[in-house]
């Protein structure tokens, strides 16, 4: 079984930082993904970790602590354009992605 | 076409009427999947399949069948449908099964 969590909803300001913190207690663990998806749109690939630590792609970051069961997607300098839903996703033991619910993110100028 | 094509966009459907959602990818992925969004649900996975010939359960299966006789087609059919099916339907894909999923740009169905 798999068990997900992240924030339904935040709201931040053009320019600004937002963390989204992803938890999870899942059937193994194999990786973790972050997705974007734009309203009506389909989701598109943002990040992968399987090992501890940070990963950085531009104004995207993405943490995991596989012993804490812990990630977060951090996006800075926030634009308009990043108003949308992101998803994280855990790869489980049989390879199969489990997905959150999403946290829908506001940008206000 | 360039990645993963789906039809129709949209769809309203009369309940107990049969249905097929088409997806097609050119990326020569092994690895298919359809997913199921709803609000506040999160994507969840209905079937799978890890190369032509193959195909699996994911989570929520029942009332929906696969097929997968090539590498680029894998389409969903809904034998009977019912107003509990309507969602908006992703197909993904990757190369192979611990590759990265790509989603195609959905299908909204409606059963009434």
């Known amino acids: 079984g798999q068990n997900i969590d992240q924030p339904t909803e935040m709201t931040a300001t053009e320019g600004a930082i937002v963390q989204i913190n992803c938890t999870y207690q899942?059937?193994?663990?194999?990786?973790l993904f972050w997705y974007q998806q734009h309203a009506g749109e389909a989701p598109t690939f943002l990040s992968y970790n399987v090992l501890d630590g940070l990963e950085e792609k531009g104004r995207f970051s993405s943490f995991l602590s596989r012993s804490k069961g812990y990630s977060y997607l951090l996006l800075k300098e926030l634009q308009m354009k990043d108003s949308a839903s992101y998803l994280c996703?855990?790869?489980?033991?049989?390879?199969?992605?489990?997905f959150g619910a999403g946290t829908t993110v506001t940008v206000r100028a | 076409i360039a990645g993963i094509t789906q039809a129709p966009t949209s769809q309203i459907l009369a309940a107990g009427r049969r249905m097929t959602l088409r997806c097609t990818q050119d990326m020569r992925h092994n690895a298919m999947y359809w997913y199921r969004q709803d609000l506040g649900l999160g994507l969840r996975l209905i079937h799978y399949s890890n190369t032509a010939g193959t195909t699996g359960k994911g989570e929520v299966p029942d009332g929906y069948s696969v097929s997968r006789a090539n590498t680029d087609d894998f389409p969903l059919t809904l034998a009977s449908a019912v107003p509990s099916q309507t969602s908006v339907y992703f197909c993904a894909s990757s190369d192979g099964e611990l590759g990265t999923q790509y989603f195609g740009p959905g299908t909204r169905l409606t059963v009434l």
């Open positions: 996703a855990v790869f489980e033991n049989d390879y199969k992605l489990s």
């Open positions: 899942t059937s193994g663990f194999n990786g």
